[in-house]
């Protein structure tokens, strides 16, 4: 497998603008999660879907943030109006749903870096 | 609701020296534990994931770790450090239904030569 594919891995934007990033999940993998990592912290659960399900989402993904997966394969997290808290690492990692097993077979990718100014 | 605690945000050790991460969970029931590393620019790659039986879980890399259910705790060891192993750790506790992990706030290794 190709591993798990985020675009791009660096953006830097001005506050108030709006961002999308885009996930590629391996092949085949039905679960696709996003998660958001600051600076000297560790990842917390955004949202997950399953095929193009959201089924769960934080309360941290506010009004401003949305997720899709249109046909259950890539994904997209759109941050509308930009805030210089919204600065993270936004990580995606895919699985392929099972017992709770799966989880050893949940990859990451390598993260979009974003940088509100 | 399940947490996980890092008590050491950094550590620094030698380069052959053994090594020890702490981590404490809160979670109601047996829980199902990761501990993952996370290297400059890559993705968090899987150590190694307790789920039952046996409590000294081996994974990849020469990392250890074990399950404490008196303490709470499933501290992840190496018995010798190489340079390589400089990189952040995260311990990962799974939720009740089985679709989220939980992950602590990291501890920073830096290896000294």
């Known amino acids: 497998d190709t591993g798990v594919s985020q675009n791009p891995r660096h953006k830097i934007t001005k506050r108030g603008q709006n961002v999308t990033f885009r996930c590629d999940p391996i092949?085949?993998?039905?679960?696709l999660y996003w998660y958001r990592q600051t600076l000297g912290q560790g990842p917390e659960f955004l949202t997950y879907f399953q095929n193009e399900a959201q089924l769960e989402k934080s309360r941290l993904l506010s009004d401003r943030f949305s997720a899709e997966r249109p046909k259950g394969s890539f994904s997209t997290l759109e941050i509308q109006r930009t805030e210089q808290g919204d600065s993270a690492m936004y990580l995606c990692?895919?699985?392929?749903?099972?017992?709770?097993?799966?989880?050893?077979?949940?990859?990451f990718g390598s993260g979009t870096q974003l940088s509100v100014l | 609701a399940q947490s996980v605690t890092q008590p050491d945000i950094h550590i620094t050790v030698s380069e052959g020296a053994s090594l020890e991460l702490r981590c404490n969970y809160s979670?109601?029931?047996?829980?199902?534990l990761f501990w993952y590393v996370q290297s400059p620019g890559q993705g968090l790659q899987l150590l190694l994931k307790y789920f039952s039986g046996d409590t000294l879980v081996q994974g990849i890399k020469g990392f250890e770790a074990e399950f404490k259910r008196s303490q709470s705790s499933f501290n992840l060891r190496k018995p010798s450090v190489h340079w390589s192993d400089a990189a952040e750790y995260f311990c990962a506790v799974l939720n009740n239904a089985g679709n989220m992990l939980t992950f602590g706030g990291g501890t920073r290794l830096m290896v000294k030569p």
């Open positions: 092949s085949e993998h039905n679960r």
């Open positions: 990692a895919s699985s392929v749903e099972g017992s709770g097993a799966f989880f050893e077979k949940l990859f």
């Open positions: 979670y109601g029931a047996t829980p199902y």
